[in-house]
């Protein structure tokens, strides 16, 4: 170990002796007589006086003491600041985050992880997932909620949870007229063909965002053609406008959390095949997560899967919010474009 010269003035004085000093610095006795010999001389002045036994300070040696200590004690600081840094419990995090996990899951995530990393900042970039990458490869961000497949080799995720893509359908719609609906929940979706959606009025989300790539894709993939289809700004806004009738909506159970009374739709799944959405934390390949982000990973991953308030709404929750639609709330209609 490599230590300044306040060190070895400040031990000196001390233990009051050189050579207990010496053994305490694991160096030589001479070796130190020579180093506050050298400190002597280049400060023009003595710090001990060694007419005495035990060694005591001169006047100028008291003063340069407590400046040491002074200094010792802001290089202390600036360490551990630095290897905070380093490890990033003080310093910036951001992170991409759309409007479902920023409403959904970063309330209950952050505040956790400011508890245990209160000096790091936490910066929010609420775009739609489909920039993320583009922002994570220019470096714009640290890393980002989305879903899988990632279109760059470039980037790297961890993952955090796999949901079902299933449909939900507005109360009223004409295709409902002929299946028993006693008991329909995320545990009781309605088994529904693939082609009695097809001339059906749609709600997506915008192009650019996540759900609107699945529901595309599984439109092209089971030959699903809309009547009409109404582009609604993130999910909250397309879960409940088609919950009010205006069309059928893929998504994912997560979206029972934005249900409202009087606008609870019918829960349905592709007879044809259970499709998943697979949720990841991205950051860019050549990123070596740091103590604090792997931190925010496994805070992420655990209150998704562990917190009641994340998770999709069960049975009974599901009857209950049927069951407080006010009276003098309309009936459900189903609204067609044509």
Known sequence: MIYSKYEYVAKVA???????????????????????SNIEKDLGIKLFNRSVIPLTLTYAGERFLEESRRVLNID???HKEMQEIAEQKRGHLFIGADYAASALWLPHILPVFHKEYPGININLCPQVSSMFEDELLKGNIDMAFT????????????????????????????????????????????QLPSTELNGQDFVVLKPNSGLAKVTNSL??????????VLTAPNIVAGYRLAASGLGIIFATPYATRYTLPGMVPVIAELQDERILSHNILAFRKDRVLSTAENRFVEISR??????????????????ELKCSTPETMREFEYYPFN
Request: no cysteine; glycine share 2%.
């Open 219 to 228: 439109l092209s993939i089971f030959n699903i053609h809309p009547s009409h």
């Open 147 to 190: 879903t899988m497949p990632l279109a760059s080799s470039e980037l790297n995720y961890q993952f955090l949870s796999s949901v079902r893509i299933i449909l939900f359908i507005p109360q009223g719609h004409p295709l409902l007229k002929k299946y028993d609906l006693e008991g329909n929940s995320l545990e009781n979706p309605l």
């Open 76 to 78: 202390k600081m600036l």
């Open 302 to 319: 655990e209150k998704i899967h562990n917190q009641p308030l994340l998770m999709p709404l069960t049975f009974q929750q599901w009857e």
């Open 14 to 36: 001390e233990l009051r002796s050189v050579s207990k000093a010496a053994q305490a610095l694991y160096i030589s006795q001479p070796a130190l007589t020579r180093i506050i």
